[in-house]
């Protein structure tokens, strides 16, 4: 289903349409400590959020808040250097305006890394973790906007990640979704949205999904990650000599770092690294139609009792740190990713 985008990012994409030259291909959001990959972009275009209408703002240390436009290892790329966070009060609407403006500038795939604490025994500070699934513990799925034409059923709103006016992916809700027919009360006392009345604002909640975008069986698909690129990396960093792990991304509202009690309750669930990102970001991308690739940076082991408070400022460190293997493998994974 295509769409004319939304009136909401209209101003951002033409502020950016009258300044970047050419289409990327490729978005690479970067996580805390992680800023440095974008030093390997030749003569980038840069851009402050705070001069794109409509953009949030980044307010953590180690985000610092701008977008870079250029070529790395021959392929075009939008480098997001900080990314939005609950914690920080932005809303699922907030998270969802990069992504759907630089999928209108073109860019069919994107790239998220993380800083995430280790919740599985072998996973250690600085290891890099792919991430093939999530576990989606903020209990919120990236849809807003109700329909505006008549061919809704009632209750039912616009597709992932999205508003109305956006190009949606038909393939819209693999993982995290839930069937298109499930009654909206049903959905409520479940605790899997938040309801808000007929003609409310879109900030108001999150809506239940569109009533076309399911896969065939309209139920519930696979993971957002791309299959294929997971593949890609795996071969990469073996090419390389870089050793890469890989694990369920818990992903949580924060801003607390998780207690030692929490950490054996997320490991019972399944998960084996924990965050405050990402979740949202995948599922906005893949309603998108975009394919997602995801990479954690690992910053702390998980919690023992002879580990002392962990810290932000020891978050940051360890990923400075890794952040040199993150930038050679995604350097070199680039070019296969861009060609999927």
């Given amino acids: 289903m295509v769409r004319s985008v939304s009136p909401a ?7 950016l349409r009258e300044r970047v030259t050419r289409a990327p291909n490729t978005v690479i959001v970067l996580g805390s400590g992680l800023s440095g990959v974008a030093e390997e972009i030749a003569d980038p275009l840069r851009i402050p959020y705070a001069e794109i209408p409509g953009f949030p703002r980044t307010t953590v240390a180690g985000h610092q808040g701008a977008l870079l436009f250029g070529v790395w290892n021959g392929v075009e790329v939008a480098v997001m ?3 939005f966070h609950f914690y920080e009060g932005w809303t699922l609407e907030d998270m969802a305006v990069a992504p759907r403006v630089l999928r209108a500038l073109g860019a069919d795939r994107i790239l998220l890394t993380n800083a995430a604490g280790a919740i599985r025994p072998d996973l250690q500070a600085g290891d890099l973790m792919l991430i093939p699934d999530h576990l989606n513990l903020m209990f919120r799925g990236p849809v807003f906007e109700g329909p505006t034409s008549g061919d809704a059923p009632s209750g039912h709103a616009q597709a992932g990640g ?4 956006d190009t949606v992916s038909g393939d819209s809700f693999p ?35 569109a009533w076309g975008e399911w896969n065939e069986t ?15 990396v795996r071969e990469v960093a073996a090419e390389m000599g870089i050793p890469l792990k890989a694990g369920i991304y818990t992903g949580v509202t924060g801003p607390s770092f998780e207690t030692p009690a929490e950490i054996l309750m997320l490991r019972q669930l399944g998960g084996d690294a924990v965050g405050m990102s990402t979740v949202p970001e995948a599922l906005i991308a893949r309603a998108l139609g975009m394919k997602t690739l995801a990479i954690s940076c690992i910053t702390n082991d998980a919690p023992s009792a002879d580990r002392g408070e962990l810290t ?7 990923a400075a740190r890794a952040s040199e293997r993150m930038t050679d493998l995604i350097r070199e994974l680039l070019p296969r990713f861009a060609a999927l």
């Fill in 218 to 232: 309209g139920g519930i698909g696979g993971s957002p990650y791309d299959a294929a690129a997971g593949e890609v």
């Fill in 312 to 318: 932000h400022a020891e978050v940051l460190e360890v």
């Fill in 162 to 165: 999205t508003q109305a006016g």
């Fill in 81 to 83: 250097q900080g990314r």
């Fill in 9 to 15: 990012v209209e101003p951002a994409i033409e502020f």
């Fill in 175 to 209: 993982g995290g979704a839930f069937p298109g027919d499930l009654p909206r009360n049903q959905a409520v006392r479940n605790g899997m949205i938040h309801g808000r009345a007929s003609g409310a604002p879109a900030s108001d909640g999150v809506l239940i999904p």
